[in-house]
């Protein structure tokens, strides 16, 4: 009797982790989000707060800030169910709903923001435009669901939504490779906006923005010849002919003597 109740308390916080586990486990699979806080030696499960329910909590002008963090712990508590906030401490509904709030970015309009800038920079990874791109095609699949595809089958769709967006409608696919590219070199390699630029040697050769009629400097650029001089000021990039004047430009540069009349060839 005394080893099976050793036994038994020897194993009790293992059954414990265990039971967690499958109790976490079984609430992702019914709540896409599903957080866990240790509150006064009580573990709660809870998920994160929708708009609609936190904008119908906040406008009730009947209710008072201690009232609307109790409805919000009952309605984002998955575990332990049908606790009782009204029979705990008082800070514990508190400590509950300020973390609620946090991991549902309603706990300011700056976490809003940051949170939308985080995947507006993950749209420029092609991993998530082929899933905008197979879910534009096959709108039945859902976004989440497509990212758990294995490759085989998310190249097989993505050929397919190609082609449908393609034929059927007339869409026009880009190098997505170049696109990703332009990016990075205007957000890492060159230096921010500055004003006090010199404007382009203007001469009898050139347009007023630069380069000749066939091969006008386009404001973009411009703009990037005036971010390359403040970076690199040794470098007389609007005195450059090449960059100036295109292919014309290049001729006092190239050596158009054929390589089997050269010297020494």
């Known amino acids: 009797m005394k080893i099976k109740q050793n036994y038994e308390e020897f194993t009790k916080p293992t059954r414990d982790f265990l039971d967690l586990t499958e109790i976490f486990l079984g609430l992702q699979e019914e709540h896409r989000n599903v957080f866990m806080i240790e509150i006064e030696s009580t573990v709660f499960f809870y998920r994160s707060l929708g708009r609609s329910e936190w904008k119908n909590i906040v406008k009730d002008e009947d209710l008072s800030d201690l009232e609307k963090q109790d409805i919000v712990c009952s309605l984002c508590t998955l575990w332990p169910q049908e606790f009782d906030f009204n029979e705990c401490s008082a800070g514990l509904p508190d400590i509950l709903c300020k973390n609620i709030l946090q991991n549902s970015f309603l706990d300011s309009i700056e976490s809003r923001k940051n949170v939308l800038s985080y995947y507006r920079n993950e749209m420029f990874d092609l991993e998530n435009q082929i899933t905008c791109v197979i879910n534009e095609a096959f709108p039945q699949f859902d976004i989440e669901e497509i990212e758990a595809w294995d490759i085989e089958k998310t190249t097989k769709y993505l050929s397919r939504a190609e082609w449908k967006l393609h034929n059927l409608r007339g869409l026009q696919f880009i190098d997505q490779n170049v696109q990703m590219e332009s990016f990075y070199e205007k957000t890492e390699q060159f230096a921010p906006e500055l004003e006090g630029m010199p404007e382009p040697p203007k001469n009898d050769q ?40 295109g292919e014309a430009g290049m001729v006092d540069s190239i050596d158009s003597v054929s390589p089997a009349l050269r010297p020494g060839f």
């Open 206 to 245: 050139t347009t007023i923005r630069g380069g000749t009629k066939n091969n006008k400097l386009t404001p973009e650029k411009l703009e990037e010849m005036r971010k390359l001089q403040e970076k690199f000021p040794e470098i007389n990039f609007f005195g450059d002919t090449i960059l100036t004047e």
